[in-house]
């Protein structure tokens, strides 16, 4: 069974970067897309970024320009480079993994960013 385990996340200060990344337990061959979404407490969980097996990414409007979304096909890895944060970034962090049998989430990774 495929596990996703993200990590990365912290406090950060306003302006400031975080570098997330996503492991997923599997060869590359079965996986289709990897993305971030995110959540606060009350809100329903967003996109924050995601990339299909072609390379081709889709960001959130709130986040386009600031972060960047990648992979490394051979590691089964995606990371999530964050610069320019602001304290509405701060939210807990999902990595999400596609197969061809559905999607697998990770547990999450909390970000908090100070004003």
């Known amino acids: 069974q495929l596990q996703v385990m993200e990590s990365g996340?912290?406090?950060v200060q306003a302006g400031g970067s975080l570098r997330l990344s996503c492991a997923a337990s599997r060869r590359s061959g079965a996986i289709i897309a990897m993305g971030w979404y995110r959540q606060t407490p009350g809100t329903q969980r967003e996109l924050v970024a995601r990339i299909i097996s072609n390379g081709a990414t889709t960001y959130g409007d709130s986040v386009k320009g600031r972060f960047t979304i990648s992979t490394n096909k051979a590691r089964n890895e995606a990371y999530l480079q964050m610069d320019r944060l602001n304290?509405?970034?701060t939210a807990v962090y999902y990595c999400n993994v596609q197969t061809a049998y559905g999607p697998v989430?990770?547990?999450?990774?909390?970000?908090?960013?100070?004003?």
């Open 105 to 115: 989430w990770g547990q999450g990774t909390q970000v908090t960013v100070s004003s």
């Open 87 to 89: 304290p509405e970034d």
């Open 9 to 11: 996340g912290g406090l």
